[in-house]
């Protein structure tokens, strides 16, 4: 029997032809999905802004709510004022998360490799990963000779605890045969540290990373606070001081913004890294 | 070019521990041969072999290769493990020349060689975690093979393989030793296994460890396993392993494929 125009399409889709379904599934899960969540995000402002306005008490914060927001952001964003509040922010985010790459990642290493130096170090890590980063300000300000330095320093110290932890966990979950084995194919501590060490745990330093922004992008606004005159922790304290509640809420976005986009490099970071089951 | 290795009154005793694991062994090895270590689990085969690579260092007695003491792991003794303990961030070519890596060389013609030995050409590219056990265990023993050791130890590398693939693997090896004139050790507790690919099969007896006895196996390669000489080689074995060390055990010492089927008849038939 010979087969139909009509099922020929069929088994030609079936075989390797576009799949509409599976397309148009993916494509709700990629876009749909977030759109509803950013459309909830949204209605719940909304309606909290309505709130505000609606109280004869509140009414003067009405500027919160998104319209106000929004409005003032394209006016920010269009005279570069978003931009020249973010951009000495994310220098101050980018200098303490490099200086808690560069001491937590060694120090990690080191922690996960011997047990001796885990020992030593856990109830000091311990005690002073429990302690606010905030906590550190008044000795932050009189330890550095400048405002940058301090914040940089109460950023790094906050972001420290995640790249440390996550990098000594990693290097505790290394296979010990691939050390046996690289010893055995004649690895020096160099090499064994370059080609075996960080390719096997670089997924673990950027996980490290990820949480770190996080906890980093939290100590930002409250160290703009401090002393300098730049950033948006400082636009943001600005904007409350001038009653500029349009600006306050148009920075916060920023910051979400900033913060969303930072966190999706670091997960493409860490799938980069990742050799789990790669094919 | 392969390497003699000679045992010199080993004798080692593990940290927090009073009795010897091993005691007194003394063995010499001639360049060119494969020999493999049986015995009970725990009589300190594999301890035995990690001395040879280097990994573990005797609390008396030394170990030399080609007269040389062995005293850390080299590329020139290399050890095969159980798992092939592959790198997952790198492709099999990336695996298997990573010895030449650490010695600073790149011998790209040596590595088309060696996949082409362990019949992989055609996965160079690929990551290892999307190829079988057995062929993961090739890209293992190619890696093995691209520092040109002289010895080549083995630690039940195959005993994780279904047996169709390490019988396959046995043979091969066995080729490649010979066909790369490496001396080679092999510990096992495969029965079957140390008839396929040793020269000389040493006993050895636990608490502590000493090699009691040896058989010699000589029956030309590759060895048939459905051969009456083979049997009998096999059947030798198992006779001196009762008389030295005592009943096997099945779960100590493991008959694999054709050989338990035929000791399995002949048990019916008595």
């Given at each position: 029997?010979?087969?139909?125009p009509?099922?020929?399409?069929?088994n030609?889709?079936?075989?390797?032809?576009?799949?509409w379904?599976a397309f148009?599934?993916?494509?709700?899960?990629?876009?749909?999905y977030?759109?509803?969540g950013?459309?909830?995000?949204?209605?719940?402002w909304?309606?909290?802004?309505?709130?505000?306005?609606?109280?004869?008490?509140?009414?003067?914060?009405?500027?919160?709510?998104p319209?106000p927001?929004?409005?003032?952001?394209l006016?920010?964003?269009a005279n570069g004022?978003?931009?020249?509040?973010?951009?000495?922010?994310?220098a101050?985010i980018?200098?303490?998360l490099l200086?808690?790459?560069?001491?937590?990642?060694p120090?990690?290493?080191?922690?996960?490799?011997?047990?001796s130096?885990?020992?030593i170090?856990?109830?000091?890590?311990?005690?002073l990963?429990?302690?606010?980063?905030?906590?550190?300000?008044?000795?932050?300000?009189?330890?550095?000779?400048t405002?940058?330095?301090?914040?940089v320093?109460?950023?790094a110290v906050?972001?420290?605890?995640?790249?440390?932890?996550?990098?000594?966990?990693?290097v505790r979950?290394?296979d010990p045969?691939?050390?046996?084995?690289?010893?055995n194919?004649g690895?020096d501590?160099?090499?064994?540290l370059?080609?075996?060490?960080?390719?096997?745990?670089?997924?673990?330093?950027?996980?490290?990373?990820?949480?770190a922004?996080?906890v980093a992008?939290?100590v930002?606004?409250?160290a703009?606070?401090?002393?300098?005159?730049?950033?948006l922790?400082y636009?943001?304290?600005?904007a409350?001081?001038?009653?500029e509640?349009?600006?306050?809420?148009?920075?916060?976005?920023?910051?979400?913004?900033i913060?969303?986009?930072?966190d999706?490099?670091?997960?493409?970071?860490?799938?980069?890294?990742?050799?789990?089951?790669?094919d | 070019?392969?390497?003699?290795i000679s045992?010199?009154?080993i004798?080692?005793?593990?940290?927090?521990q009073?009795d010897?694991?091993?005691?007194n062994?003394?063995?010499k090895i001639p360049?060119?041969?494969?020999?493999?270590l049986?015995?009970?689990?725990g009589?300190?085969?594999?301890?035995?072999l990690?001395m040879?690579a280097?990994?573990?260092?005797?609390t008396?007695?030394c170990?030399?290769i080609h007269?040389?003491?062995?005293?850390?792991?080299?590329a020139?003794w290399n050890?095969?493990f159980?798992k092939?303990s592959?790198?997952?961030?790198?492709?099999?070519?990336?695996?298997?020349?990573?010895?030449?890596?650490f010695?600073?060389?790149?011998?790209p013609?040596?590595?088309?060689?060696l996949?082409?030995l362990?019949?992989l050409?055609?996965?160079?590219?690929e990551?290892?975690?999307?190829?079988?056990g057995?062929?993961?265990?090739?890209v293992?023993l190619a890696?093995?093979?691209?520092?040109?050791?002289?010895?080549?130890?083995?630690?039940?590398?195959f005993?994780?393989?279904?047996a169709?693939?390490?019988?396959?693997?046995?043979?091969?090896?066995?080729?490649?030793t010979?066909?790369?004139d490496?001396?080679?050790?092999?510990v096992?507790?495969?029965i079957?296994?140390?008839?396929a690919?040793?020269?000389?099969?040493?006993?050895?007896?636990?608490?502590p460890?000493?090699?009691?006895?040896?058989?010699?196996?000589d029956?030309?390669?590759p060895?048939?396993r459905?051969?009456?000489?083979?049997?009998r080689a096999?059947?030798?074995?198992?006779?001196?392993?009762?008389?030295?060390?005592?009943?096997?055990k099945?779960?100590?010492?493991?008959?694999?494929?054709?050989?338990?089927?035929?000791?399995d008849?002949?048990?019916?038939?008595?």
């Open positions: 029997m010979s087969a139909t009509a099922s020929l399409n069929m030609t889709a079936r075989e390797g032809g576009f799949d379904k148009g599934m993916s494509a709700w899960r990629g876009i749909g977030p759109v509803i950013i459309g909830v995000m949204l209605a719940l909304w309606l909290g802004g309505w709130a505000i306005a609606s109280n004869p008490d509140t009414e003067s914060f009405a500027d919160f709510a319209a927001a929004f409005s003032r952001l006016e920010l964003t004022y978003v931009w020249e509040a973010s951009a000495p922010s994310l101050r980018g200098l303490g200086w808690a790459v560069v001491i937590g990642v120090v990690g290493v080191a922690v996960g490799l011997y047990a130096v885990r020992e170090s856990h109830v000091p890590f311990q005690f990963r429990m302690i606010s980063p905030l906590a550190w300000m008044p000795i932050a300000v009189l330890a550095f000779a405002w940058d330095g301090a914040i320093f109460l950023i906050a972001a420290i605890w995640p790249v440390l932890f996550s990098t000594a966990q990693g979950r290394i045969l691939w050390f046996k084995v690289a010893k194919l690895a501590g160099l090499q064994m370059r080609r075996i060490i960080l390719p096997a745990i670089g997924q673990d330093i950027f996980a490290g990373i990820r949480l922004v996080g992008w939290i930002l606004v409250p703009e606070y401090l002393g300098v005159t730049s950033g922790g636009a943001i304290n600005d409350r001081d001038t009653l509640y349009d600006t306050l809420a148009a920075m916060v976005v920023v910051i979400g913004v913060g969303f986009f930072l999706g490099i670091c997960v493409k970071l860490i799938k980069k890294f990742s050799w789990h089951n790669q | 070019m392969s390497a003699n045992i010199d009154f004798t080692h005793t593990f940290k927090g009073t010897p694991t091993l005691n062994i003394e063995l360049a060119g041969e494969r020999v493999a049986i015995g009970r689990s009589c300190g085969k594999s301890t035995l990690h040879l280097g990994l573990l260092i005797p008396e007695g170990v030399r007269g040389h003491q062995v005293t850390r792991p080299s020139k050890m095969m159980q092939p592959l790198y997952p961030w790198m492709n099999v070519r990336q695996n298997i020349e990573l010895g030449l890596t010695a600073g060389q790149k011998n013609e040596k590595i088309d060689y996949l082409d362990v019949g050409s055609e996965k160079a590219e990551h290892v975690q999307s190829l079988s057995g062929q993961q265990q090739r293992a890696r093995s093979l691209a520092t040109s050791p002289e010895v080549l130890l083995l630690d039940e590398p005993s994780a393989l279904d169709f693939t390490r019988a396959t693997l046995q043979d091969e090896v066995a080729r490649i010979g066909q790369e490496l001396t080679m050790v092999i096992t507790h495969d079957d296994e140390a008839v690919m040793a020269d000389r099969v040493l006993i050895m007896s636990a608490n460890g000493e090699i009691v006895g040896e058989e010699q196996v029956l030309p390669f060895r048939d459905s051969r009456a000489e083979f049997s096999r059947e030798q074995l198992m006779t001196k392993f009762d008389s030295l060390v005592g009943d096997v099945p779960a100590e010492i493991r008959q694999t494929g054709q050989s338990k089927a035929l000791d008849s002949k048990q019916q038939a008595a």
